[in-house]
């Protein structure tokens, strides 16, 4: 497998593991275009192939994507496994290479772990047929964090093209510990395209590290992004299921970990407007913060 050639999304994906890697310091002297219409072209500008990039990136990851490697899943035979998991088992620790395990359509009813000893994992789907990771875990049975359908806790993972479910029921007030998260993202470095992450309470851990959210899908009740990540949200749509009983002129979207002042932030992206989502612990409400590029953010 180690010598197959690269093609399709098998090409899309490979470009993508390496976008983001050093993303900062790209957006800190390319600035996001205030026009919404030119964002895409503006990313396509600087993202280049690894080739050309070689010089700022990681030396490791220059070196772990000369050679990628492709394991297919697919149910009912036809790949090399039939399951995620036994894919990702398949990884030896210490991985080196970029492994890039192409995942066939249908419904793979799973709790995925990619523990931190298995970097450079890309979970790839087909973008017109993509794959649903789902199951039903609850902080009742597995403690919230661990309650994950898909939990990274490697670094420079991408998942690309899935849809990343936690089925369990919405909570209701009144049940212990339901709180279900779809997808946590502990490792660093980690980019997700075009994926979809549903739940309803804690639907995404973003746990810790610096992540890239590029056309993506974000859909929950309340408090529905969390963790300490400092993150980069573009193109992405964070869709609030409302309470029929709630306020419907309030919505509660993140609870960002900070303990203090002094630390980072999450960022989220749309164009060329800033919205700055934080709350410290002690305070369950969070504060959206509209404001320009050239703006500080303010705790």
Not at 153 to 179: H, T
Not at 256 to 272: C, F, G, I, N
């Amino acid at each position: 497998m180690d010598g197959k050639r690269i093609e399709g999304n098998e090409v899309y994906a490979l470009a993508m593991c390496v976008s983001i890697l050093l993303f900062a310091p790209i957006v800190v002297s390319q600035p996001i275009p205030a026009d919404k219409s030119q964002v895409e072209a503006w990313f396509n500008s600087i993202i280049k192939p690894v080739k050309e990039r070689g010089t700022t990136l990681d030396p490791e990851l220059v070196q772990a994507e000369t050679e990628p490697r492709i394991i297919k899943v697919m149910q009912g035979g036809g790949g090399e496994f039939d399951t995620i998991t036994k894919a990702i088992e398949s990884v030896p620790s210490g991985n080196a290479k970029r492994v890039i395990i192409s995942i066939g359509p249908g419904s793979y009813k799973e709790k995925i772990r990619i523990e931190r000893n298995k970097p450079f994992i890309t979970l790839l789907g087909d973008p017109k047929n993509m794959p649903n990771l789902t199951f039903d875990g609850t902080a009742k049975q597995y403690g919230t964090v661990d309650s994950a359908t898909l939990i990274t806790e490697s670094n420079y993972f991408v998942g690309a093209n899935l849809n990343i479910v936690n089925s369990a029921p919405r909570p209701d007030g009144k049940m212990v510990g339901a709180q279900a998260v779809a997808l946590r993202v502990s490792g660093d470095r980690s980019a997700f395209y075009n994926c979809k992450i549903i739940g309803f309470q804690d639907t995404l851990c973003d746990d810790r590290g610096n992540h890239f959210f590029k056309d993506c899908h974000i859909r929950g009740t309340v408090d529905f992004i969390f963790g300490s990540g400092t993150s980069l949200y573009l193109n992405t749509e964070i869709f609030v299921v409302g309470d029929p009983e709630g306020d419907p002129e309030m919505a509660i979207i993140t609870a960002h970990a900070r303990e203090s002042s002094s630390e980072d932030t999450v960022l989220v992206q749309e164009a060329a407007t800033s919205y700055f989502l934080s709350c410290l612990s002690s305070k369950p409400r969070a504060l959206v913060k509209k404001q320009t590029r050239k703006q500080k953010t303010e705790r």
